[in-house]
C-alpha cells in the first residue's frame, strides 16, 4: 500500500522555540493531507487540513497563527509548531489522501508514524 | 454533532474472537472504518463499510453494522499476539470528508 513518512519521529525542545515536522507521501501524489494530534488515551483530534497550493483549513480552536501548515508540494506538508509551550506537547500525526487508491474507499486517507513531540 | 464512542479496553484469551464495539450519533455516516494503531505507530486501515451493507468479512475480521441502532462491530477470530493493538473505530460523511475518530479500544491478548 501507499506509504507516508513523517521526520522527525521524535523531538525535544525548549520551550518558546519553534518546530516543523514533515509529512511525505512516498510513492504518490497527495493533493490534500491532514494533520491530528494526538493526547495519551484519546482520539485522533482534526487540526487541519492541507491542499496543495492553497491555505490550510483549521478546525475550530486550533489557532492557525500557532500551527503553521504549509503544502508546497504534492508529496510534502509540513507543519510548524510556533513558539511551543509544555501543553504543545502531544503525538502529531498527519495523513495524505491518495486519490488513485485501490481495495478501498476512493480517496483513502494513509497515516504517517507520528511525531513525539516533548516541549520542556 | 459528529461524535464516536467505543469502550476503552478489552481482554481476550490468545485463539479466542475479540468483539469490539462501536457506537456513532451521524446516521449520515457514509463510510465506517476500523483502523488498527500499534506502539509508537501510526494508524493501518484494516477495514471499512458502507452504510448500505450490514457484514463485511475479510480473513480473520468481521465488520457487523447495524444502521437503525447506529453500532458497529470488529470482530477479530483466533486472535494472535500479534492482534495487541489500539483499534480506532471512525467515521465519515463521504469520501471527501474528514473522518472522525473514537478514542479507541486497547486490545490486550492472554496467553
Known amino acids: 500500500g501507499a506509504v507516508v513518512s513523517q521526520h522527525p519521529s521524535w523531538v525535544i525542545c525548549k520551550s518558546g522555540t519553534s518546530v516543523k515536522i514533515e509529512c511525505r507521501s512516498l510513492?504518490?501524489?497527495?493533493?490534500?493531507m491532514f494533520w491530528y494530534r494526538q493526547f495519551p488515551k484519546q482520539s485522533l483530534m482534526l487540526m487541519a487540513t492541507?491542499?496543495?497550493?492553497?491555505?490550510?483549513?483549521?478546525e475550530q480552536g486550533v489557532e492557525k497563527d500557532k500551527f503553521l501548515i504549509n503544502h508546497a508540494s504534492l508529496t510534502l506538508s509540513t507543519l510548524t509548531v510556533t513558539s511551543a509551550h509544555p501543553e504543545d506537547s502531544s503525538f502529531y500525526i498527519c495523513?495524505?489522501?491518495?486519490?488513485?487508491?485501490?481495495?478501498?474507499?476512493?480517496?483513502?486517507?494513509?497515516f504517517g508514524p507520528g511525531t513525539r513531540l516533548t516541549v520542556l | 454533532g459528529e461524535d464516536v464512542e467505543q469502550s476503552l479496553f478489552l481482554s481476550v484469551r490468545e485463539g479466542d474472537s475479540s468483539v469490539i464495539n462501536c457506537t456513532y450519533t451521524d446516521s449520515s455516516s457514509t463510510y465506517l472504518y476500523w483502523y488498527k494503531q500499534e506502539p509508537g505507530a501510526g494508524l493501518q486501515l484494516l477495514t471499512y463499510i458502507f452504510s448500505n451493507m450490514d457484514m463485511k468479512q475479510d480473513q480473520r475480521l468481521t465488520v457487523l453494522l447495524n444502521k437503525k441502532d447506529k453500532h458497529l462491530s470488529l470482530r477479530i477470530a483466533d486472535t494472535q499476539t500479534g492482534d495487541s493493538a489500539i483499534y480506532f473505530c471512525a467515521e465519515s460523511l463521504n469520501r471527501d470528508d474528514k473522518i472522525i475518530f473514537g478514542k479507541g479500544t486497547r486490545l490486550h491478548i492472554l496467553p
Open positions: 495523513s495524505a489522501r491518495d486519490p488513485q487508491s485501490a481495495g478501498g474507499p476512493s480517496d483513502t486517507q494513509y
Open positions: 492541507s491542499n496543495e497550493g492553497s491555505k490550510a483549513t483549521y
Open positions: 510513492d504518490f501524489q497527495a493533493t490534500t
